[in-house]
Nanobody, 113 residues
Framework: QVQLVESGGGLVQPGGSLRLSCAAS????????MTWYRQAPGKERELVAL???????HYADSVKGRFTVSRDNAKNTVSLQMNSLKPEDTAVYYC???????WGQGTQVTVSS
């Protein structure tokens, strides 16, 4: 069965960095678009980054220039490098395979001094 397991969240000060990883299993990883979403308290879930199966990448305007998404098809992982973090980046971050609506359990990122 499809499984997505995120790791790497935590507490970081404004201006700091974190790297999230998502380990995928149960499907042919290289054939699918992979995304990162986030949901802040009281807000709707929003797309952060997309790395599709053809290598096309898209970022939300709010993270462009600060976040970098990457994928390793040999290791079945997709990662999100987050730099220059801001308090408004505080959210639960989810790895998602949109095709089939598969989601990981989420990992908390808190940006606070």
């Amino acid at each position: 069965q499809v499984q997505l397991v995120e790791s790497g969240g935590g507490l970081v000060q404004p201006g700091g960095s974190l790297r999230l990883s998502c380990a995928a299993s149960g499907f042919v990883f290289s054939s699918y678009d992979m995304t990162w979403y986030r949901q802040a308290p009281g807000k709707e879930r929003e797309l952060v980054a997309l790395f599709n199966s053809n290598g096309w990448i898209h970022y939300a305007d709010s993270v462009k220039g600060r976040f970098t998404v990457s994928r390793d098809n040999a290791k079945n992982t997709v990662s999100l490098q987050m730099n220059s973090l801001k308090p408004e980046d505080t959210a639960v971050y989810y790895c998602c395979r949109i095709n089939g609506n598969y989601w990981g359990q989420g990992t908390q990122v808190t940006v606070s001094s």
